[in-house]
């Protein structure tokens, strides 16, 4: 159980384009989800979170226009990261948790960005 | 503001070897804390979760501890084998927050 997915697991994409992702809780409810961002050899670093229903909070320093975050269900998030450029190369992912218990975040698989 | 520092970065060892992984963090007042395993271009699995009152948590060829008041976990596996080659990260959630921090992690090697 608590399995999150993303998609796409990878994409590439031209400089100036808008890119979307998409997490979702295959067998539970994601009361919230989270976005990470993840550079080489690097932590995973927060950039938003969720709420069902309810807009994005967003870390310090992350463009919420740039990133633009939708959790329209309990099972679906999507990121989107508009007018892409080289530097926004860089793995997302993605995590949740459930109604049941807020103390175990299920993470996605990662979508690995590359931007051309 | 919590942070978390893990040691070695990285580490190369024969396989069967026992090995432990260190993982520290500043502030003491937390809720729990989470060992995970990456591979290479993948998310995180967790491996073993210990809360704010447990000492220690097991799992097989994994052990954790815990020891709030020195700020300190260590994750250690027994036996090692080549495919325990990951990134193991530690994670802290701090009282009063659902959001953990992570460390960097110790990228480990485990050649046949």
């Known amino acids: 159980g608590a399995v999150v997915s993303q998609h796409p697991s990878w994409v590439i994409c031209k400089s100036g384009t808008s890119v979307k992702i998409e997490c979702r809780s295959l067998d539970f409810q994601a009361t919230t989800m989270f976005w990470y961002r993840q550079f080489p050899k690097q932590s995973l670093m927060l950039m938003a979170t969720s709420n069902e229903g309810s807009k994005a909070t967003y870390e310090q320093g992350v463009e919420k226009d740039k990133f633009l975050i939708n959790h329209a269900s309990l099972t679906l998030s999507t990121l989107t990261v508009t007018s892409a450029h080289p530097e926004d190369s860089s793995f997302y992912i993605c995590s949740a948790t459930g109604l049941e218990s807020t103390d175990t975040q299920y993470f996605g698989p990662g979508t690995r960005l590359t931007v051309l | 503001k919590q942070e978390v520092t893990q040691i070695p970065a990285a580490l190369s060892v024969p396989e069967g070897e026992n090995l432990v992984l260190n993982c520290s963090f500043t502030?003491?007042?937390?809720?729990?804390l989470q060992w995970f395993r990456q591979d290479p271009g993948k998310g995180l699995t967790s491996l073993l979760l210990?809360?704010?009152?447990?000492r220690e948590q097991t799992s097989g060829r994994l052990n954790a501890s815990l020891d709030k008041s020195s700020g300190r976990s260590t994750l250690y596996i027994a036996a090692s084998q080549p495919g325990d080659s990951a990134t193991y990260l530690c994670a802290v959630r701090s009282g009063g927050s659902y959001i953990p921090t992570f460390g960097r992690g110790t990228s480990l090697i485990v050649h046949p």
């Open positions: 502030d003491s007042a937390i809720y729990n």
């Open positions: 210990i809360q704010s009152s447990q």
